[in-house]
T-cell receptor, first 112, second 111 residues
């Protein structure tokens, strides 16, 4: 079993829809959770960075962590075609950790 | 903003060649990383360096070596390239308690 599981998709939704992307993990020591967005032929860019359980909001994006269920989510409201990308979750046991554990990535397409 | 620059976006080499991938950062970050990214396998850590001339193996170091002679530059070396090393290679940096920042990657094809 992988330490971090992420549905690779692909996921295709119409413009304006609410998108939910998810990862589950098995290591209860993970405390820092990241979402990266990767456009085609580009490197991953950090989208959200959260610590422990709870929600964090940034514009149309909300990151949610449920440590009791070992489950993290990224919600995108009012999705735009420019949100079409691969979304990677990543996590670590401490802040600034040198070793991150990544999910496989979910490829998302927003259709105009 | 952190700038992580990988010298080549696309590279085509032949089996058996010695291949050098270069990564340069402009923000004085202590840590630098090399990953490869393959469909269905996600990102896998090859090597990382936490200081000049220091290196640590990641999860898949076989067939690779690294060099860090200056703080801003981290090189990945494929000693004798093989077709199974065809992949997207990503460099990342890290300072203190911040998350890792990535370059745009080098898509390497070994023929």
């Amino acid at each position: 079993q992988k330490e971090v599981e992420q549905d690779p998709g692909p996921l295709s939704v119409p413009e304006g829809a609410i998108v939910s992307l998810n990862c589950t993990y098995s290591n209860s020591a993970f405390q820092y959770f990241m979402w990266y967005r990767q456009y085609s032929r580009k490197g991953p860019e950090l989208l959200m960075y959260t610590y422990s359980s709870g929600n964090k909001e940034d514009g149309r994006f909300t990151a949610q962590v449920d440590k009791s269920s070992k489950y993290i989510s990224l919600f995108i409201r009012d999705s735009q075609p420019s949100d079409s990308a691969t979304y990677l979750c990543a996590m670590s046991g401490r802040q600034g950790a040198q070793k991150l554990v990544f999910g496989q990535g979910t490829r998302l397409t927003i259709n105009p | 903003d952190v700038k992580v620059t990988q010298s080549s976006r696309y590279l085509v080499k032949r089996t058996g060649e010695k291949v050098f991938l270069e990564c340069v950062q402009d923000m004085d970050h202590e840590n630098m990383f090399w990953y490869r990214q393959d469909p269905g396998l996600g990102l896998r850590l090859i090597y990382f360096s936490y200081d000049v001339k220091m290196k640590e193996k990641g999860d898949i170091p076989e067939g690779y070596s690294v060099s860090r002679e200056k703080k801003e530059r981290f090189s990945l070396i494929l000693e004798s390239a093989s077709t199974n090393q065809t992949s997207m290679y990503l460099c990342a940096t890290l300072r203190g308690n911040q998350p890792q920042h990535f370059g745009d990657g080098t898509r390497l094809s070994i023929l």
